[in-house]
């Protein structure tokens, strides 16, 4: 399961996503879907990232498990790739000193992306788990075209914004599913869930497509609590894919739980290439008459602001007030800081959402027009303060990385932040807590108050009568119950903006 650095340095020593299969694991796999049936009748398997082999191995381990002999098992209908040197020569030497089989006329030593086409009847893999992102840079310059060809993302340049998250996993499966099946062959595969049950980046995936050719999701075993891979902090689980057949929703869904794997049903439910919702199989129909809520463009849900790193420089948790134009602020590292009051608002914290009478704990800077638009440095001037106190911290706010905010800090506004535009001025907002809960409580706030980062999201509306119009619907029980099917509680993905877009119609 390993990529290489580069197609033209013979790098081949890289370690790039490694999650190695146990083979009690690959075992359960190969016994699932019917692997090592289908093999025994002569059926062909490929593992195109095959590590050291533990997926192959788990076939010829069930044959000795069962009384066969090395001799009647089809171990010529195994095959397997590996592009780093290290794993390879390990699997090749575990089939010779554990069964006694030379694999070198089966087993080759390259990158799958590059391996000469070959179509088999079964593709048995476990691909790099890695995001484009967190690859090496000059890797990912030789990949970004695949990424195009396999049809993962419109073009190259979503890669540098939301499809950065993209896992390379993805490519792997697509690359194994169109070059490397035969019309009509099954796949297996370990593999991150996120390609599933996330939002953003993998929609594409989720076509179940690749040029011309279509791919059925036939059956998903999500792990859950299991623990398969030690140290492995993402969801994982095992997918079931048949090449040249469309996809008919729901598909059985099986989660471990309690020692047992519980079915469900798993459908997207108001796009086809949404993220999965996992249904208890008696509330199948329950969105079918659900009617989306009406929206204008301008009140699309929103992330709160995010200081890129930044919040000791605009994040405070003491506030008062000096006269009518100014305020003295403080926080653990800035002491004392006297601001313009103008640019001062309350920030929204958890305990706010457990009163009805809320009272600020926490403050936010923003050196922002009303319309949404950073000050410019002619603005600013007009500020001394502010302007001071911006100077003052100027070095660390150039300095801030991030794709989204460098087209911002490029044209000269290093003191600006994320997720701020006209919205955060709008009078109201309809916010939840979009982080780590198990719950979804919206609730208005009427004023100035902020949304805080990832931690919370919300919809700005302008009237209050608007805002209690759609408080309504989105109480409605059955929005919660979507984003519980999402099974995302507890996470960080919990009621993200883009989860409740999908209940949103624009107008």
Same mark, same amino acid.
């Given at each position: 399961m390993?990529?290489?650095?580069?197609?033209?340095?013979?790098?081949?020593?890289?370690?790039?996503?490694?999650?190695?299969?146990p083979v009690k694991w690959a075992i359960f796999a190969a016994e699932t879907f019917g692997i090592y049936q289908k093999w025994l009748a002569g059926a062909s398997v490929f593992d195109p990232t095959m590590g050291e082999a533990n997926l192959l191995e788990s076939l010829v381990e069930?044959?000795?498990?069962?009384?066969?002999?090395?001799?009647?098992?089809?171990?010529?209908?195994?095959?397997?790739?590996?592009?780093?040197?290290?794993?390879?020569?390990?699997?090749?030497?575990?089939?010779?000193?554990?069964?006694?089989?030379?694999?070198?006329?089966?087993?080759?030593?390259s990158d799958v992306l590059i391996l000469p086409k070959k179509r088999y009847d079964i593709v048995f893999g476990n691909p790099p788990w890695q995001n484009f992102v967190?690859?090496?840079?000059?890797?990912?310059?030789?990949?970004?075209?695949?990424?195009?060809?396999?049809?993962?993302?419109?073009?190259?340049?979503?890669?540098?914004?939301?499809?950065?998250?993209i896992d390379i996993a993805a490519l792997i499966i697509q690359i194994a599913l169109?070059? $490397?099946?035969?019309?009509? @062959?099954?796949?297996?595969?370990? #593999?991150?869930?996120? !390609? &599933?049950? /996330?939002?953003?980046?993998n929609q594409n995936f989720r076509t179940y497509r690749i040029d011309n050719v279509e791919f059925s999701l036939e059956k998903i075993y999500d792990f859950h609590n299991?623990?398969?891979?030690?140290?492995?902090?993402?969801?994982?689980?095992?997918?079931?894919?048949?090449?040249?057949?469309?996809?008919?929703?729901?598909?059985?869904? $099986?989660?471990?739980?309690? @020692?047992?794997?519980?079915?469900? #049903?798993?459908?997207? !439910? &108001?796009? /086809?290439?949404?993220?999965?919702?996992?249904?208890?199989?008696?509330?199948?129909?329950?969105?079918?008459?659900?009617?989306?809520?009406?929206?204008?463009?301008?009140s699309s849900p929103r992330q709160g602001v995010n200081t890129c790193g930044a919040n000791d420089i605009f994040f405070f948790d003491s506030y008062e007030i000096i006269d009518e134009q100014t305020v003295r602020i403080s926080n653990k590292v800035q002491k004392?800081?006297? #601001?313009?009051?103008?640019?001062?608002?309350?920030?929204?914290?958890?305990?706010?959402?457990?009163?009805?009478?809320p009272e600020p704990k926490k403050w936010v800077l923003l050196p922002y027009n009303l319309n949404g638009k950073p000050l410019d440095k002619q603005q600013l001037e007009e500020f001394s303060l502010?302007?001071?106190?911006?100077?003052?911290?100027?070095?660390?706010?150039?300095?801030?990385?991030?794709?989204?905010?460098?087209?911002?800090?490029?044209?000269?506004?290093?003191?600006?932040?994320?997720?701020?535009?006209?919205?955060?001025?709008?009078?109201y907002k309809i916010v939840w807590e979009a982080y780590g809960k198990s719950d979804f409580r919206p609730k208005i706030f009427e004023g100035n108050w902020q949304a805080n980062q990832s931690l919370q999201a919300f919809i700005p509306l302008k009237t209050k009568a608007e805002a209690e119009q759609v408080l309504k619907k989105l109480n409605e029980p059955r929005i919660e119950l979507y984003l519980r099917s999402l099974k995302m509680e507890g996470t960080m993905n919990w009621a993200q903006p883009g989860k409740i877009k999908k209940l949103i119609r624009f107008i």
């Open positions: 390993e990529i290489s650095k580069t197609f033209d340095s013979g790098d081949k020593s890289l370690h790039i996503g490694d999650v190695f299969t069930i044959g000795i498990s069962q009384g066969k002999l090395i001799e009647e098992l089809p171990v010529n209908q195994l095959f397997g790739n590996e592009l780093n040197t290290s794993y390879f020569e390990n699997g090749l030497l575990k089939f010779q000193e554990k069964f006694g089989i030379d694999m070198s006329a089966n087993f080759t030593n967190d690859l090496p840079e000059n890797y990912k310059e030789q990949i970004k075209s695949y990424f195009h060809t396999y049809d993962l993302v419109g073009n190259s340049q979503k890669l540098l914004l939301g499809g950065s998250r169109k070059d $490397f099946l035969r019309p009509g @062959g099954e796949a297996v595969f370990f #593999l991150p869930l996120s !390609l &599933f049950l /996330n939002d953003g980046a299991e623990i398969v891979f030690a140290n492995v902090a993402t969801r994982y689980g095992l997918a079931h894919l048949v090449r040249n057949k469309k996809t008919t929703f729901p598909i059985p869904y $099986f989660r471990s739980e309690q @020692g047992t794997f519980r079915e469900y #049903l798993a459908k997207p !439910l &108001f796009h /086809n290439t949404d993220p999965l919702s996992i249904i208890d199989p008696k509330n199948s129909d329950l969105f079918a008459d659900f009617e989306l809520i009406t929206l204008k463009n301008e004392n800081v006297i #601001l313009p009051k103008q640019f001062v608002f309350p920030l929204i914290s958890s305990a706010i959402f457990k009163t009805d009478s502010l302007e001071s106190y911006l100077n003052f911290h100027q070095n660390i706010l150039q300095n801030r990385k991030g794709v989204l905010l460098n087209a911002t800090l490029s044209r000269g506004f290093w003191w600006a932040l994320l997720g701020v535009g006209a919205y955060c001025f709008f009078p």
